[in-house]
């Protein structure tokens, strides 16, 4: 019998108090007996509107069905029938505005919890599983992918699978790409992510870092000299954007690629390594997207007394999750909203020592839809701060485009590719994920990454 309950289970999580000073993970997950609770409260609908809302068809109402009834081994192979890194997706979809959005439950209460059930599904089988999947039998084929974050993940893995000799070249000395340099211990843990790239090893997959396709070697090279018979491009969009005020080359303005690349990547909140940082007491962060609130949490962590977020919107207009707000206000970040930085100021070491500020208000809906910030004449104000983090958006490096022959791009920079397949406009070479869009969530680009794999099957076989 359906479980009525309007409202999920609520998922055990660190005191705010306790978790804002360490990057352990904040959410701890599901017991069992939560995730069969969870489980009854899905009607199991005939149409399956949640399935709709998945960039990755995952068959929701199937996996749990089988949560429901205790058999989380049946689940995880249903999720991963279709969704190769369900650890992954369980802790950082924006499921609120895809499968979870397109719940009926959500009618009338809260939606099924159903990021939730998967990730208990993924972490109930890497504490209870040690399965190494077989190499599957070579087709001959050779296919290289350039870049290791979700894109390129997915694309490699599903190729892997079809006997392709897959090689993936990927720029850090780390695979994992954003997974792994852009998004906190305490929202993804890396040990999960290193385990789902050693199931890509597992399979075949040779994975060549400190590789930096367009200076090490190019494109052109990899397809005429080294025998490549085809490309995919996952290069994501790690090229930032700054907002071009006064005080942007002070020491102490960082974009937030970098920032959470030195945490993150280089592990600088550890003390066992000597990763450069800023020793933070005030912090102000520019933006209002995940990026923005992962940086701010960050920030905190490391020791710092005030983070504000500067947002030149409304809470309403922010882009960030639900979720990542919450956490964040709960956490003791201070947000400035309807605010717009026009000048970072500088002590005379020309280093940063304020941000100056102009209040605004919300004018007519610009062309994404949202309302137009317009400023308010004569509501400067400065904010006490030693470091600014500009998280204001990414676009792709043009390194990839500036050395490879055939390559069209659209005016923001993104490849441009064939909707049905994800080709580029040069034949064999595949692209997708940030590489394509812009930055966008990791499920659209494992999305992407799939179809990436399907045409390049289609194209050799």
């Known amino acids: 019998m359906a479980n009525m309950s309007l409202e999920k289970i609520k998922m055990p999580e660190q005191a705010p108090d306790i978790r804002n000073k360490n990057f352990e993970e904040v959410a701890m997950g599901y017991t069992p007996e939560m995730a069969m609770e969870e489980a009854t409260r899905c009607?199991?609908?005939?149409?399956?509107?949640?399935?709709?809302?998945c960039p990755v068809n995952v068959r929701i109402p199937e996996f749990i069905e089988q949560v429901a009834k205790g058999d989380f081994m049946a689940a995880y192979k249903i999720i991963t029938s279709t969704n190769a890194l369900p650890a992954v997706c369980g802790r950082v979809c924006p499921q609120e505005s895809q499968c979870e959005e397109q719940c009926v439950r959500g009618i009338k209460g809260e939606s099924v919890g159903i990021g939730r059930l998967e990730r208990f599904v993924a972490d109930?089988?890497?504490?209870?599983?040690?399965?190494?999947?077989?190499?599957p039998t070579p087709n001959g084929k050779k296919v290289a992918v350039i870049g290791s974050g979700p894109s390129s993940l997915a694309c490699a893995g599903d190729l892997a699978k079809l006997g392709y000799a897959v090689t993936m070249f990927e720029a850090f000395h780390t695979a994992g790409g954003v997974l792994v340099y852009g998004i906190p211990e305490f929202r993804l843990p890396k040990a999960i992510v290193q385990?789902?790239?050693?199931?890509?090893?597992?399979?075949?997959?040779?994975?060549?870092?400190?590789?930096?396709?367009?200076?090490?070697?190019?494109?052109?090279?990899?397809?005429?000299?080294?025998?490549?018979?085809?490309?995919?491009?996952?290069?994501?969009?790690?090229?930032?954007?700054?907002?071009?005020?006064?005080?942007?080359?002070?020491?102490?303005v960082y974009s937030a690629n970098e920032y959470l690349t030195r945490i993150n990547l280089m592990k600088s909140y550890l003390p066992e390594y000597d990763t450069p940082i800023r020793k933070s007491k005030s912090v102000a962060i520019v933006g209002g997207g995940n990026v923005a609130m992962d940086a701010a949490r960050c920030a905190k962590r490391m020791g710092a007394e005030h983070v504000y977020i500067v947002y030149r919107r409304s809470e309403k207009e922010m882009p960030a999750r639900l979720e990542e707000i919450h956490h964040a206000k709960e956490e003791g970040?201070?947000?400035?909203?309807?605010?717009?930085?026009?000048?970072?100021?500088?002590?005379?070491?020309?280093?940063?020592?304020?941000?100056?500020?102009?209040?605004?208000?919300?004018?007519?809906?610009?062309?994404?839809?949202?309302?137009?910030?317009?400023?308010?004449?004569?509501?400067?104000?400065?904010?006490?701060?030693?470091?600014?983090?500009?998280?204001i958006g990414t676009s792709p490096n043009p390194l990839i485009r500036s050395t490879t022959k055939g390559l069209e791009t659209n005016r923001k920079g993104c490849l441009v590719v064939n909707e049905e397949t994800n080709q580029t406009t040069r034949e064999g070479v595949y692209a997708g994920g940030d590489a394509v869009t812009g930055a966008a969530t990791v499920i659209l680009a494992m999305g992407a990454g799939k179809k990436a794999a399907e045409g390049i099957h289609e194209y050799l076989k």
């Open 43 to 53: 009607l199991n609908c005939k149409h399956k509107p949640c399935v709709n809302g």
């Open 124 to 135: 109930w089988y890497m504490a209870n599983c040690d399965e190494t999947p077989e190499k």
């Open 195 to 252: 385990k789902e790239i050693d199931k890509l090893s597992a399979l075949g997959v040779e994975i060549m870092t400190n590789m930096v396709i367009g200076k090490v070697l190019s494109v052109d090279e990899i397809i005429e000299d080294m025998g490549f018979d085809a490309v995919f491009i996952g290069t994501g969009a790690g090229l930032p954007s700054f907002m071009g005020i006064p005080g942007e080359a002070l020491v102490g």
């Open 333 to 391: 970040i201070e947000f400035h909203l309807l605010t717009n930085p026009i000048k970072i100021i500088g002590d005379d070491k020309g280093q940063v020592c304020g941000i100056e500020c102009l209040k605004m208000e919300l004018g007519e809906p610009d062309a994404s839809g949202r309302r137009s910030p317009v400023p308010m004449e004569g509501s400067n104000y400065v904010i006490d701060v030693d470091t600014v983090v500009m998280s």
